[in-house]
């Protein structure tokens, strides 16, 4: 599947960004990069998906994630928590 295709049979999810912030993107498979992008966050920053019970995963800029209606993400400056 072409990434055109991949457009055109995708939809718009919501998506919460920093707990206030709500954002329409495209679900499916999508590089990290992109998802920065799609979702206004700096390039340099690390970003976090916010899994169940508050739990933060990192996501690394080489790897592909499954975008979902609801996912929670957030952006921190100087590569996360300690």
Excluded: N, Y
């Excluded at 966050?41 to 209606?69: N, S, Y």
Aim: charged content about 30%.
């Amino acid at each position: 599947m072409t990434d055109v295709e991949h457009r055109s049979t995708s939809h718009l999810v919501q998506v919460i960004l920093e707990e206030e912030s709500t954002k329409e993107i495209p679900s499916g498979p999508t590089p990290v990069p992109q998802l920065k992008a799609a979702l206004g966050v700096d390039p340099a920053v690390t970003l976090w998906r916010i899994g169940g019970g508050g739990r933060k995963h990192p996501l690394d800029d080489d790897i592909v994630v499954e975008v979902r209606e609801g996912e929670r993400f957030e952006a921190i400056k100087g590569g996360g928590v300690s």
